[in-house]
């Protein structure tokens, strides 16, 4: 009887503890925008063969000739917000250097800065994420 007692109480701790954990959940997982449109931009907003920085996005819209691109600003190390400069991209915390192409040029990180996929419209860009 003892052991059936344990058992039933170790059963509703983990029920107790489960329901109070998965709420949570929500917030320790980012939140799925694959394909959504986070932002959008009249073209005519992007200079030529310039950039248009959304810090608080952390997204860059960048143009080269015709080409439109847009590249996230989360540093492929370990995450911070890189700066864009007229000749490429720097991040503050601990100098990894990327090309106005994101990719990268001067270590610790190794991967190139994540392309975002763009739609275009007649006046509208569309950073999708």
Known sequence: MEKFRRTRRR???ALILAAAGFPLWRFL???AT???PVLRVKRSEIP???ALVFRQSRIAVLRAGEEIYALSLACTHLGCTV???PTQ???PCHGSVFSRTGEALR???TRPLERLEVRQEPDTIIVLG
Do not use: H
């Open 11 to 13: 059963v509703v701790q």
């Open 29 to 31: 997982t980012p939140p």
């Open 34 to 36: 694959a394909g959504k």
């Open 48 to 50: 030529p063969d310039g």
């Open 83 to 85: 700066s864009v400069t």
């Open 89 to 91: 991209l720097v991040c």
């Open 107 to 109: 270590g610790p990180a």
